[in-house]
């Protein structure tokens, strides 16, 4: 189970970096 949780740590940092990195365009596209 130990790849289980690694993968979804995984997924949930590259959630937390794509919604920052959408709020980042957004603030630069106004």
């Known amino acids: ?3 289980v949780r690694a993968v979804f740590v ?3 940092v590259v959630l937390v970096l ?3 990195y959408a709020i980042a365009l957004g603030l ?3």
């Open 1 to 3: 189970m130990k790849g």
């Open 10 to 12: 995984t997924y949930l």
């Open 18 to 20: 794509g919604i920052a």
């Open 28 to 30: 630069a596209g106004r």
